[in-house]
């Protein structure tokens, strides 16, 4: 089975300055891997997956992820934050083949200081 | 397009109570997942259907949590009886799809339970 691990549940930053929030994943297959936002109250919604082809992927925001099949890695940056990127951000896998749906990961809050 | 509909957002109850979370899908998607969202646990999948039958239920936590979709557009979460480690925020989720390659999940706003 898939899983997900984010390796920091809470990252401060300054606004204008650069963030990466890391996603490292386990799976014996082939996998899309998904980095979702979560603004506060309410659901989540996509920033961006990685399905095939070129291993950097651009997503909504200004976020950008790269996919790194040897480090098992989907890292997310951007390379200068806003006060609205306040929010928690989860890494998601699922396997290509198969029956299983999304794995989230534990999610990491992201605080843009002024 | 509404989006997912949850309700009731906020449900504040004793310790006992019955509690029954509401869940509207977007039209046109056939799978609806149910997730509780914690601090120490982060997102867990407690369920979902598949045109509004349960196929994996292994995500529930314990015989008082019940889940049901009577039809395409709605779906409840209950449980019964309710303890205070249940507070939580309950989320909904819909897609056309299990694993999201072609869309993805479309979430609710939640509801935020708090059992004292």
């Known amino acids: 089975a898939q899983s997900v691990t984010q390796l920091d549940s809470q990252v401060p930053v300054f606004e204008e300055a650069p963030v990466e929030l890391r996603c490292n994943y386990s799976s014996s297959v082939s996998v899309y891997l998904f980095w979702y936002v979560q603004y506060p109250n309410q659901g989540l919604q996509l920033l961006l997956k990685y399905l095939s082809g070129s291993t950097l992927v651009k997503g909504i925001n200004g976020f950008e992820a790269e996919f790194n099949k040897s480090q098992t890695s989907f890292h997310l940056r951007k390379p200068s934050v806003h006060i609205s990127d306040t929010a928690e951000y989860f890494c998601a896998v699922s396997e290509r083949v198969g029956n299983t749906p999304l794995v989230f990961g534990k999610g990491t809050r992201l605080s843009v200081i002024a | 397009d509404a989006g997912v509909i949850q309700s009731p957002r906020h449900e504040v109850t004793e310790m006992g109570q019955e509690v029954t979370l509401r869940c509207k899908p977007i039209?046109?998607?056939?799978?609806l997942f149910w997730y509780r969202q914690t601090m120490m646990r982060g997102l867990e999948l407690l369920i979902y259907?598949?045109?509004?039958?349960?196929?994996?239920d292994s995500g529930m936590p314990e015989d008082r949590f019940s889940a049901k979709m009577p039809n395409a557009s709605f779906s409840t979460l209950k449980i019964q009886p309710s303890e205070p480690r249940d507070s939580a925020v309950y989320f909904c989720a819909s897609s056309p799809y299990l694993r999201g390659r072609d869309s993805p999940l479309h979430f609710g706003n939640g509801t935020r339970l708090t059992v004292t």
């Open positions: 259907f598949n045109n509004n039958v349960p196929i994996d």
């Open positions: 039209s046109g998607h056939d799978y």
